[in-house]
């Protein structure tokens, strides 16, 4: 286990030092890199907000999906999950995006949910959790066959700046 390293704003100075570190740490984690700005104590608030999604929702093609069972600290997850890396088509051939939410209609309401790994006393995906609802929606029995599958992203929410996999 590496050990953890503060981010700037939680006790630590931003120095040239430490944002070599953090940039250095972005080769094995996903850390965003952090420009070193000589005045930052001097920074005001601007008018632009932070932008939304990188890319808009769209159809998707499912490459890979793999079972998520440690937090970004390391730490064992209690209920592993499930992320489906789907190539997009306003990315790079081969620079996938991880979902782990999908979006579903429950009655009246709309639910996003994460692809938590839950089954039941026989081994099978409990009905109308998030797999079995996306399994449904791709035609699929098993998460096997849901690679190379098409499927629509839609946003998480108005104010997420992530998309999730549609199932309505």
Wanted: glycine content about 6%; some cysteine; charged content about 35%.
């Amino acid at each position: 286990m590496k050990p953890m390293m503060k981010e700037p704003g939680q006790g630590e100075t931003i120095t040239s030092e430490n944002v070599e570190k953090i940039n250095n740490l972005n080769e094995t984690q996903e850390v965003k890199k952090i420009e070193e700005t000589p005045n930052i104590m001097d920074t005001t608030s601007g008018d632009n907000e932070v932008p939304k999604n990188t890319v808009d929702p769209k159809r998707v093609v499912i490459k890979n999906i793999t079972e998520k069972t440690h937090d970004k600290n390391e730490k064992k997850m209690e209920t592993p999950l499930l992320e489906f890396h789907v190539q997009h088509p306003d990315k790079d051939e081969g620079d996938l995006m991880k979902i782990t939410k999908v979006k579903y209609l429950d009655g009246d309401d709309v639910k996003v949910v994460g692809f938590w790994i839950q089954t039941d006393a026989d081994g099978k995906f409990y009905k109308g959790s998030s797999v079995d609802r996306i399994l449904k929606v791709l035609g699929c029995k098993t998460l096997k066959e849901c690679t190379d599958k098409e499927i629509d992203t839609v946003e998480e929410s108005k104010e997420s700046a992530y998309l999730c996999l549609k199932a309505y």
